[in-house]
């Protein structure tokens, strides 16, 4: 699956240096982080789900 969606976040300097600092010691680029913690977000049909039930 090509990657051609890009967001932009703003970052306080502490928020900044800890993804920073926690990827460097996982070796992963901050990319591959964020892409981790998206991956472990519910699947879109949970969240419709849930949603409806509101």
């Not at 993804?19 to 460097?24: D, N």
């Not at 070796?27 to 472990?40: A, L, N, Q």
């Not at 789900?49 to 509101?54: F, S, V, Y």
Request: charged share 45%; no cysteine.
């Amino acid at each position: 699956m090509a990657r051609d969606k890009s967001i932009k976040v703003r970052l306080t300097d502490d928020e900044f240096e800890r993804i920073t600092l926690y990827a460097k010691s996982k070796g992963f680029s901050v990319s591959e982080v964020i892409r981790d913690y998206i991956k472990r977000l519910p699947k879109r049909e949970t969240v419709d789900r849930r949603l409806e039930i509101e």
